[in-house]
């Protein structure tokens, strides 16, 4: 029974959670817990995919006095039946799949963000061009001769944030240091660190089970935390302003823009109410409760096992 609890369990925070999520309109007011709870909600996902995994491991494989497994194939098949005996295996090769394309997922997103970003920025260190617009200080900002307003960043060790001269002949100055904050804060968030676990627990989980409103709506999250960073610095309409601007432009994979789909949701936002505290208590409060079952129950069954072979 567990076993079956954990499968469900994780089926529906892959699945029905994170869309039913996803259509709710509070975390606008409260993007950062909102993240917290996605966090939560992803990590519960594999806890429960691997706690499955165990409880049907011990099921199977349980060792003896001997350390050799007390039950052999035919013994289980004989014990349980095939139905529930194919269904246990089925699931515990499921775990082991998505264990094994999680590690290879992290790692794949990791190599090649961090390839695509660090060619790209090798470009934009030779293309870039200085500007009146920005201030000589600003070591990390690198301007490209682009007619078109274009914005975003480049996180890594080596960061930078990328303007097109269109940018700076189109906006005020409140306006683009409205842009430079946003970008900054992407950067100094490490938001791509965020995005790039979500990815890799995107692609770990099978298609049949997964969705993608989880990535979707982080990917939107972090743009409201940039948001809020530039609206503390220069305020709502010069942001506003900037964001319309900078709707269209295009920008490479890896980079992190001030601009996209997003942008309309995210004016409106700025006329809105703003965060709440009480929603965001709420969400914290939540992502507790969604961790509690799945890590009690994937760390309990070691520290009782720990503490009989201390005892012993």
């Not at 690198?142 to 002949?169: I, N």
């Not at 409201?224 to 920008?251: F, I, K, N, Q």
Request: glycine fraction near 8%; aromatic fraction near 4%.
């Amino acid at each position: 029974m567990s076993a079956l609890a954990f499968i469900i369990l994780a089926v529906l925070l892959v699945g029905p959670v994170p869309m039913l999520l996803a259509r709710s309109t509070w975390p606008l007011r409260a993007p950062r817990a909102a993240v917290v709870l996605w966090q939560a909600v992803a990590v519960a996902a594999v806890l429960s995919a691997f706690s499955a995994g165990i409880a049907i491991a011990s099921r199977l494989f349980m060792p003896g006095p001997d350390g050799r497994p007390t039950a052999t194939i035919l013994g289980d098949i004989g014990r349980m039946g095939w139905p529930l005996w194919a269904l246990y295996m089925g699931v515990f090769a499921l775990t082991l799949l998505v264990g094994a394309r999680l590690g290879i997922a992290v790692l794949r997103v990791a190599i090649a963000t961090r390839r695509r970003r660090a060619r790209h920025r090798m470009l934009v260190d030779l293309l870039g061009v200085s500007h009146d617009a920005v201030p000589a200080h600003t070591s990390d900002v690198r301007v490209l001769e682009v007619a078109q307003p274009l914005a975003y960043c480049l996180p890594g060790v080596r960061s930078r944030v990328v303007l097109s001269e269109g940018t700076l002949t189109s906006l005020s100055n409140t306006e683009v240091g409205a842009i430079l904050t946003h970008e900054r804060a992407h950067l100094r968030a490490r938001h791509d660190l965020v995005l790039e676990a979500f990815t890799a627990v995107h692609a770990a989980f099978p298609r049949f089970v997964r969705s993608a409103s989880a990535l979707d709506a982080v990917q939107l999250l972090v743009e409201l935390l940039a948001d809020d960073a530039a609206v503390r610095v220069a305020g709502p309409t010069p942001l506003a302003r900037a964001l319309v601007t900078c709707a269209a432009g295009r920008t490479p994979a890896g980079a992190l823009a001030v601009g996209g789909p997003s942008t309309v949701l995210r004016v409106r936002r700025l006329s809105g109410r703003g965060n709440s505290r009480a929603v965001s208590a709420a969400a914290y409060s939540a992502a507790a409760a969604v961790l509690v079952v799945p890590t009690a129950a994937l760390a309990v069954p070691w520290l009782i096992e720990l503490h009989r072979l201390v005892s012993g």
